[in-house]
């Protein structure tokens, strides 16, 4: 099992850039695919970003592409997601979620370790 940890939300203004961090302690990140979700108040959780292990393949929902990059630094067992031009239909809870060899998918059930989650706040 791998334990992570989210830090980095907070209030930002539109058009403005958040980057979150996630912090994995247990085993390392680098044996795991990597994945951000988010849910907004009253809404389902969403796939945000994913990393697989190994090549470092990403995918985004087209909601965020372009605008957003899911990156690994092995050396601090860290994943970060990277927003740019945040809109206040960005406002979400964002969690991480962790899968050993995962393959990379865009569903909830692809990702048995979860995080608590980070508040991220879009003004307008």
């Known amino acids: 099992q791998v334990q992570l940890v989210e830090s980095g939300g907070g209030l930002v203004q539109a058009g403005g850039s958040l980057r979150l961090s996630c912090a994995a302690a247990?085993?390392?990140?680098?044996?795991?695919?990597m994945a951000w979700f988010r849910q907004a108040p009253g809404k389902e959780r969403e796939f945000v970003a994913a990393l697989r292990w190994g090549g470092g393949i990403a995918a985004y929902p087209d909601s965020v592409k372009g605008r957003s990059t899911i990156s690994r630094d092995s050396a601090k067992n860290t994943v970060y997601l990277q927003m740019n031009n945040m809109t206040p239909e960005d406002t979400a809870v964002y969690y991480c979620?962790?899968?050993?060899w995962g393959t990379g998918g865009s569903g909830q059930a692809d990702y048995s370790n979860w995080g608590q989650g980070t508040q991220v706040t879009v003004s307008s």
């Open positions: 247990g085993r390392a990140v680098s044996s795991y695919t």
């Open positions: 979620a962790a899968e050993r």
